[in-house]
């Protein structure tokens, strides 16, 4: 019967710990990398190292480590340790997870669905479609607004301007999702409630009579409201006395605006080619509101404007055909970070809120859509579908579909932003959600 100290000793030899420390371990030893050091090793001492970029001295440490040059022993005294499971060749740390790969995502290069939208006004100046937080889209078509429910692919008529108002030059949702504003030719502002299908007012006196109201933006109870006569309205639908401040800077019609996400700062842009920067702490009811900064980078008008979702102090602008251009802003110093050529007219811009990608749309020559990387700029997919230019674009609530309308009366749907990760059922879009039309195709 073996005592315990005979049994610790026989345990020890069956593992091959019983090793003399001054005794190297032949087994643990790397004698390819010994004879090495010992000879061409050896002839590297007391020669300067050559001066290299910090990059390529940054690559050579790295890779001394992979390959496990960084000894400055030869002998070994103890057993390799245990070899690792993974099949990088630089492992990670003991504790630290391996990062996991991110898979790349498939944009499809079709649109998803397609509905006509007959009679859309194919204008350059016009914003005629918007996406509420209720899922409900809202697209105008001369002097008809429709809204197409997503949830469930029903379509209805909200509203027929009468002939001497219209056509209608664009929609807007409010935060709340319940109503929407209605900018006419007249230079009147109709307040609709959805749900209980009722004009709630008309918005009059902001904009010179008998000219068109061509851009819309909501900022809590603030209704802004640009014009063909070059003015900026902000309007307070809470009051009887609705107009609270006006904004003069542009020479010629204002065709985009756009609240920071904080409401703070206003962009507005122009056919004038001008692109402003307005701060709403600054803005007056008795006397002229200065600007925070005036751009004239532009050579086309500017009608895309698209704050970033992820740096609210990040804004995109696109200028029209003799611009082609997408320029990036600092609105708080002002200053221009980029500016890239897209070769095409910039009509559209969206930022997509899952990604750092930037989605463009244009008109002439290719009336394509564009994803962009950002801040490298790279194109990641161009999509194709659209005959005419595309003037119109809407993001989906989730932020993962954007709808787009074009002068060739379609109304399309890219999933180009991604999918959901709990995918919910959506109903297949009718055919034909407009049906009660008279002059549908």
Known sequence: MPTALQEFILQRRNTREDLDRFIPNRSAMDFGYALYMLTEGRKRIGKPDVVGSPSTKAYQKRLAEALNMNRTRILAFNNKPPTSS???????????????????????????GKLDAPDILDDFYL??????????????????????????GSASKLVTVNYE????????????????????????????????????????GGHQHETQVAAL????????????????????VRVQEHIVECYRGHRLEVCGLKWSSSGQQLASGGDDNMLFIWDRSMASSTSRTQWLHRHEDHTAAVKALAWCPFQGN????????????????????GACLNSVDTGSQVCTLLWNKHERELLSTHGFTDNQLILWKYPSMTK???LYGHTSRVLYTAESPNGYTVATAAGDETL???????TPEVAKHVSKVKPEPFAGISRIR
């Open 86 to 112: 993974g099949n990088g060749m630089i492992q990670h740390e003991m504790g630290s997870p391996p990062t996991p790969i991110k898979k790349k995502r498939h944009i499809s290069q079709t649109a998803d």
């Open 127 to 152: 914003n005629l479609l918007d996406w509420g937080c209720n899922n409900v889209l809202a697209i105008a078509l001369n002097d008809q607004v429709y809204l197409w429910d997503a949830s469930n």
């Open 165 to 204: 108002d219209g056509p209608i030059t664009s929609v807007s949702w409010a935060p709340d999702g319940r109503h929407i504003a209605i900018g006419l030719n007249n230079s009147h502002v109709q307040l609709w409630d959805c749900q209980v299908r009722r004009k709630l007012r008309t918005l009059r």
């Open 217 to 236: 933006a909501w900022n809590n109870h603030i209704l802004t409201t640009g014009g063909m006569d070059a003015n900026i309205i902000n309007n307070d």
């Open 314 to 333: 990040l804004l995109a602008s696109g200028g029209g055909v003799s611009d082609q251009c997408i320029k990036f802003w600092n609105t708080h110093t």
């Open 380 to 382: 990641m997919a161009e």
């Open 412 to 418: 399309r749907f890219w999933n180009v932003f991604g």
